[in-house]
C-alpha cells in the first residue's frame, strides 16, 4: 500500500474545513449527519472543528461490497435519524465517488423538508463522478485509485489507519 495523504496533511485540512463551516453555519440550526460507517473517523474529528453549536445524528448507507472495490446494491437505513424539520442539515460521508450513495441519501434526507441540505466529504474522485453535481464541500480531490484509512475499508478492514493510502493489486485480494 502506498500513502496518499498523511495524518497531518488530513488534520490540517479538516481543521481549515470546520473553521470554515462554523463561519457559515453560525447562528443556525445545524444538525451534522454522518454516513456510517466510512465517515465515523472525518465525524468525530470534523465536529470537534466546528466551533459552533450544532446537533449530530447518523444514518447506515451500504453498498456491499465485500472483497470487490465495484459497488453493489444500495441498502440506506434512515432508523436513528434525528428529525430534520426546519434544520440545516450537513451530510458527512468519507468518500464522493460515483457521487450515487449521496444521491440516493440526499433524496431521502430531502423527503424530511429540511431547512437547507449540504453535503462533506474527506475526499472526491472527480473522474470517477457520475451525477450532475459535486460534494459543497471536500477536503482532497484524488485519482480514481481504491483507497482505505481514515474511515475507508476494503473487505472491513484498514479504517483505523490514521492516514489514506493506495491499495496495489496484490492487496485487493
Ligand atoms: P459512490 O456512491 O460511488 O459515490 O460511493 C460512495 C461509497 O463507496 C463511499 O461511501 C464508500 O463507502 C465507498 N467507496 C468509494 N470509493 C472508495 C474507495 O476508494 N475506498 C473505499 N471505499 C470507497
Ligand atoms: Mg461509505
Redesign the pocket.
Given at each position: 500500500m502506498k500513502v496518499l495523504i498523511d495524518q497531518n496533511e488530513i488534520n490540517s485540512r479538516v481543521i481549515a474545513l470546520g473553521r470554515e463551516l462554523a463561519q457559515e453555519y453560525q447562528g443556525r440550526p445545524l444538525t451534522i449527519i454522518g454516513?456510517l460507517a466510512?465517515?465515523l473517523v472525518l465525524l468525530a474529528d470534523l465536529i470537534r472543528a466546528i466551533d459552533v453549536p450544532h446537533q449530530v445524528g447518523l444514518l447506515q448507507?451500504?453498498?456491499y461490497?465485500g472483497k470487490s472495490?465495484k459497488?453493489g446494491e444500495?441498502f440506506v437505513n434512515l432508523d436513528y435519524l434525528p428529525d430534520l424539520s426546519e434544520r440545516d442539515v450537513l451530510l458527512v460521508?468519507?468518500?464522493?465517488?460515483?457521487?450515487?450513495?449521496?444521491q440516493k441519501v440526499m433524496a431521502q434526507i430531502n423527503e424530511q423538508e429540511p431547512r437547507s441540505l449540504k453535503t462533506a466529504v474527506l475526499?472526491w474522485?472527480e473522474e470517477?463522478?457520475?451525477v450532475d453535481f459535486g460534494p459543497d464541500y471536500h477536503c482532497f480531490k484524488i485519482p480514481d485509485?481504491?483507497?482505505?484509512g481514515y474511515g475507508?475499508?476494503?473487505n472491513n478492514e484498514y479504517r483505523h489507519l490514521p492516514f489514506i493510502a493506495s491499495l496495489e493489486g496484490s492487496d485487493l485480494v
Open positions: 454516513i466510512g465517515s448507507a451500504s453498498s461490497r472495490t459497488p444500495l460521508d468519507d468518500i464522493f465517488d460515483t457521487g450515487k450513495t449521496m475526499l474522485k470517477a463522478t457520475e485509485h481504491f483507497v482505505v475507508l475499508d476494503f
